[in-house]
Every structure is written in C-alpha cells, then in structure tokens.
C-alpha cells in the first residue's frame, strides 16, 4: 500500500518538484553569470534543498494518511475519514453529502418497496377467499347434480390451478423477508410428506397416480424450516402429478427416505414424461418452462426456481435427473444433525 501511495503521490506533486527544481536551476545560473564565488553559491542552494525536503515531509505524512483512509474504505474496512488540508476536508464534506444522500434515497426505496409488499401480499389473500368459497360451491354442486359432475370437476381442476397460482405468488412475496419468517428445528420429515400426499388425494385419485412411500423407518428428523421444507416438497409433488402421464396407464410416485449419520436424502421419483436433456441446464431458471411447458397448459417456470431458491436459503441441496419417456427424480438433501 506505502508503495502505491508513494508512487501516486510522486505522479500528483511532479509538476511542483518540476518547477521548484527549474527556480533552483535559474538561481545558479544568475549566480553562474554574475561570477559570484562559489562557496556563496553552496550555501543558498542547500537551504533550498533543506526547505524542500521539510515541504515534502509535512506534506507526504498529510497526504498519506488520507489516501491510506481512502484504500482501506475501498476494501470495505471501517476507518473515519478525516482531512488534514482544505481540499481533502472538501473532499471529504462532499463525500459525507454523497452517503446521506445515498442512505436517504434507500431509505425512501425500502419504505416503497415495504407498501407494495403490504398490498401485493394483502391482494393475494384477498384472493384466496372467492377461491376457497368457489370450491365449497363446487363440492356442494357436485353432490347435489350428479348428472353434471365432469363439468363442476373441470370447474374444480381449473380452480386449483388458480389457487396454485396464488400461492406460487405469495411464496415470492415471502421470498423478500425469508430471513423474518423461518425457524430451524428438527422436522419429522415423513409426516410431512403423509401430510401433503393426502391434501392431494383427490388429485392423485382423478390423475390415477399412486404415491408410494418406501422408508425402512417411522423416524426421520432433519434439520429445516417445516413450513418452508413443505412448499418445496408440495411444488415437486405438483410437478410429479402433473407430468405423470396418465393417460398411457396408471402410474407412481415414489418417496424415498434415506438417512445416514450427517445426511438425510429424500427421492422423489414419478414415472412420467421427463425433460428433455437440452432443457435440464435452465430448469431452475424463473420463468423457463421449456418444451413440456409448451405442451402442457399452466405451467409457469416458477415451481423449480422457488424450490432451488428456497433449498439455498435453508441449507439444503436440490439435484434433478430425468430421462423422456421414463421419468424424473429429484433428491433434497438434508441435515440430519449439525
């Protein structure tokens, strides 16, 4: 860093040693001509030569403090900003206006971004409850009107749909205060997946998909946020029944749960479509559906972006592999203890 400073502070004070060098030049020139002795000349040019190197100390120590100041807040290492000259006090005034103007603008930008939060995630749940109440309508309807009983069930699919929307909506509003709303504990990992593979069962019934747990145990603890762990495993089970294909027969989904000492791995692996091998490298890019989200009516190219985004914040590790025609597996891998 001295090294640095050295060389720059040369490169600022050149064009004063220039012509401090080019006075002391013509001094002895004018001494020179007037033929004056030259023990008298000796001695006016080593007090200019003693002087020089005095302007130069006092100035170097100014200089160097300050500009070593400057190199550490460039490294992001705290020190206080202080100048010894007038100009570096500017300096250092116009860079104090520079931050409260900087800090004022943030701070405006945060309490904007904090009210669009406020009403986006109010709106959305505002809009869960026509949809809540459309299903109930259509419960009822259903029992009441046999007759007419595929028409309220596409009514009902179609309402999911939106509900699945909503939801995908409110988990990227949530996303922004990730850090205000988790807690790690230990999770029984397989009552959450019993949980959500029967808030789905009329799902998995119509698509005539069967899921299958395999586990050769009742207690699987991991290290997670429950919530959170069961919007990523929700979003792969919608993924898994939606790209089962069942019309080539009825198919499965398979849960698989292994654990060691430091990892618990859940397997999810349904017998479906698959993906493509050109679009596995942008999967968990948002908004990518690829070529089956081209063939395929609601898909969004959320799902897998909040999955790997929600993995990363916990400190888990989602990877997927998947051939055309056979299927998908996707494995989260857990914690099982710190």
């Known amino acids: 860093m001295v090294k640095s400073i050295a060389l720059q502070y040369v490169k600022d004070r050149l064009l004063f040693l220039l012509f401090y060098c080019a006075s002391i030049v013509c001094i ?37 403090s300050f500009n070593k100041k400057i190199k550490q807040l460039f490294k992001e290492q705290y020190t206080v900003l202080e100048g010894a000259t007038e100009e570096q006090k500017l300096v250092t005034a116009v860079i104090e206006k520079m931050n409260n103007d900087h800090a004022k603008e943030i701070s405006q930008l ?3 971004s904090k009210e669009r939060y406020y009403f986006l ?11 809540s109440v459309i299903e109930l309508i259509v419960d009822k309807q259903q029992h009441d009107n046999l007759s007419d009983s595929d028409t309220w069930s596409k009514i009902k699919r179609e309402n999911k749909r939106l509900h699945t929307s909503i939801e995908q909506g409110l988990t990227m509003v949530r996303m922004d205060r990730f850090e205000n709303d988790f807690t790690v504990e230990a999770v029984d990992l397989l009552s959450s997946i019993r949980k959500l593979i029967n808030e789905r069962k009329s799902e998995f019934i119509y698509r005539q998909v069967y899921p299958v747990i395999e586990a ?5 603890r991991i290290l997670s946020d ?3 762990n069961e919007v990523v495993i929700e979003q792969l089970i919608s993924n898994a029944l939606k790209y089962s294909n069942a019309d080539k027969g009825s198919k499965h989904i398979y849960f698989r749960i292994e654990q060691n000492q430091q990892y618990t791995n859940l397997i999810i692996e349904d017998e479906g479509i698959g993906i493509p091998s050109y679009d596995m490298e942008r999967i968990f890019e948002p908004f990518f559906t690829g070529e089956n989200g081209r063939d395929y009516r609601g898909s969004t190219g ?7 985004k ?4 916990l400190g888990h590790e989602i990877t997927i592999q998947s051939e055309v025609s056979v299927g998908t597996k996707v494995m989260i891998r857990y914690l099982t203890k710190v």
């Open 28 to 64: 002895v020139l004018f001494f020179y001509v007037t033929e004056t002795n030259e023990n008298e000349m000796a001695y006016p040019l080593s007090m200019a030569a003693f002087f020089l190197l005095v302007f130069l100390f006092v100035d170097w120590s100014k200089y160097y």
């Open 121 to 131: 995630s109010h709106w959305m749940h505002h809009l869960k409850t026509p949809v």
């Open 216 to 220: 050769d145990k009742e207690d699987f």
């Open 302 to 308: 959320i799902g897998l972006y909040l999955c790997k």
């Open 110 to 112: 945060e309490e904007q």
């Open 310 to 313: 929600i993995t990363e914040k």
């Open 226 to 228: 429950k919530k959170w």
